[in-house]
């Protein structure tokens, strides 16, 4: 679905977050904080622990629950207040099985931004173990991707994604009817944690774990995978000053210098991939067009974008004879975050066009982080950046 500068873009830089295989309805999704609102201007991490209830276990399914061994203490570096931190757990599969369903576990909701759970494959597991091994305290840090493999493009784009969660899961997410994530004998998960630690006290500690809702490899259920529609982020101040970080260039050596050269790359990669000039087009509306290499079924999507968003779209041949829309979550908030599943499956073909539009609102930064200056926002991994992401669940 990706072209090859897609791929080598996002290799370093595309964790977003949504909740895959909700049951959720679009109209279930709330809307934005009014400015000024109480939950505007509060925590940006106040949501309720998840709770609800899990369906009976189908026939051959089991759960099996697996926990981090100790809680860790998020290091934000560089002076940032975000950590990526990734943890390896051991579901134990000496048989293939499917996973159709987990709750992700937070152990400190109040710094936790969001959860994605990659599959790593047998081979891969020694190179994640060294990973963990050299880097101390519990997991390591994993800014973009999950860095085994040295963070393969496919992997970023989604290919091993077979999990998440975010604000808004309130329970288990299921995979949609009669679909799994195939999960190989001897295979591991990681679970990548986004740790927020803006006007959290220092010491905050979390020890997350998921619940896995698994079923045999034998069933007759359709192999899911997850692909990535990213957007280029362009969203100047809102008195259009250019002083400080309200100069983009000053803003994109900020974000390279809070999350690594290959996050200020990304930026200028986005451009290039989603630009026809190849050049940024500051404003508060960004889309990007992603050609379909392989033919399938979309089962569900979801959109992610951070504090400034209000509303994502994704959109199937925009512009052609039959296009329609997949996704348009109006307005969009940061808080109940949930995958939308389509009626019945859509298939796609070789060289449809995906379009995923984002639309980011500055004027709401003093609503929804408070103290923090103002800035040119660009695509990062941080909680005060932002990103426009389309999340695609299909086979």
Known sequence: MATAAALAVLASGCSGAATAGSGAPATALAGTPAAGSTAAAGSTHRHAAPTRSSAPLGVGE???TLTVPTAYVP???????DEYRCFLVDPGLRAPAFLTGSQFR????EIVHHAIVFRVAAAEVPAARQLDADDPGEGWTCFGGTGIGGDDPARALGDDWVAAWAPGGLGEERSPARTGYLLRPGAQLVLQVHYNLLNRPAGSSDRPGIRLRLAPGTAALTPLRTELLPAPVELPCPDGSTAGLCDRTVSVLDVARRFGPAAGATVAGLTL?????????PGPTQSCDHRVTEPGRVYALAGHMHLLGTRITVRLNPG???ARTLLD???YNFHDQRSVPLPRPVAIKAGDVLRVTCTHDASLRPHVLPGVPPRYVVWGDGTTDEMCLGIVIRD
């Open 273 to 281: 991939l989603c630009r026809p000039d190849a050049h940024p087009a």
């Open 62 to 64: 089991r759960f099996t």
């Open 329 to 331: 979550v109006n307005p």
């Open 75 to 81: 290091r934000p570096p560089n002076g940032g207040t």
């Open 106 to 109: 937070p152990g400190n909701l």
């Open 320 to 322: 052609r004879p039959g």
